[in-house]
């Protein structure tokens, strides 16, 4: 089955940062990869799909890149309403999907 | 507005059985792969299967943690997926979700299962 890494699983940051979180697949995915963001009590909420494209509703700080292996999310100028954990997902056709172990972003 | 309402949780004891269902609105559920998620307290998000539309034959895959424990099936007629649990052990504990397609913006708001003597 395929694997995959999240990293960090801890990230300190500030209003008006920039983030970025890392995810790497165990076997190349194509660009079959999502991006989730959840906070705590609610269901996760749907940012980035295969790989790049951005979910309708969701603001263009978020954006996400990378193809085969190793994928990123990037958000620019970190909002208050960012902080949150955040997780991907991938839905090779190839293995049982799987999510990453997640990445909490916390106020500096 | 397409929906997803999960039920059936509650209490159960280790070595027991239990049924989970997502009941689908808004859309056709017939039309689509509809997965399973859950997540212990404190824990992150892990994907527990899937199944396949019946134009795929309902064909479907889960998790090693669940493989052989745990069977996805559909009800295309009423728009509802099936989760059953048999030989649930306390780190089955946790929040299960529905979902459609491959990701998905819409989820239900979770059906909490607790595995405990």
């Known amino acids: 089955d395929i694997q995959v890494t999240q990293s960090p699983s801890t990230l300190s940051a500030s209003v008006g940062d920039r983030v970025t979180i890392t995810c790497r697949a165990s076997q190349s995915i194509s660009n079959y990869l999502a991006w989730y963001q959840q906070k705590p009590g609610k269901a996760p909420k749907l940012l980035i799909y295969?790989?790049?494209s951005l979910e309708g509703g969701i603001p263009s700080r978020f954006s996400g890149s990378g193809s085969g292996t190793e994928f990123t999310l990037s958000v620019t100028s970190l909002q208050p309403d960012d902080f949150a954990t955040y997780y991907c997902?991938?839905?090779?056709?190839?293995?049982?999907?799987?999510f990453g172990q997640g990445t909490k972003v916390e106020i500096k | 507005e397409v929906y997803l309402v999960e039920s059936g949780g509650g209490l159960v004891q280790p070595g027991r059985s239990l049924g989970l269902s997502c009941a689908a609105s808004?859309?056709?559920?017939?039309?689509?792969?509809m997965n399973w998620v859950r997540q212990a307290p404190g824990r992150g998000l892990e994907w527990i299967g899937f199944i396949r539309s019946k134009a795929d034959r309902s064909t479907t895959a889960y998790a090693a943690s669940v493989n052989g424990r745990f069977t996805i099936s559909r009800d295309d007629s009423n728009n509802i997926a099936h989760l059953q649990m048999n030989s649930l052990k306390t780190e089955d504990t946790g929040v299960y979700y529905c979902?459609?397609?491959?990701?998905?913006?819409?989820w239900g708001q979770g059906t909490l299962v607790t595995v405990s003597s």
């Open positions: 808004g859309f056709n559920s017939a039309d689509y792969i």
């Open positions: 997902q991938q839905y090779s056709s190839y293995s049982p999907w799987t």
């Open positions: 979902f459609r397609g491959h990701y998905s913006s819409t």
């Open positions: 295969d790989a790049s």
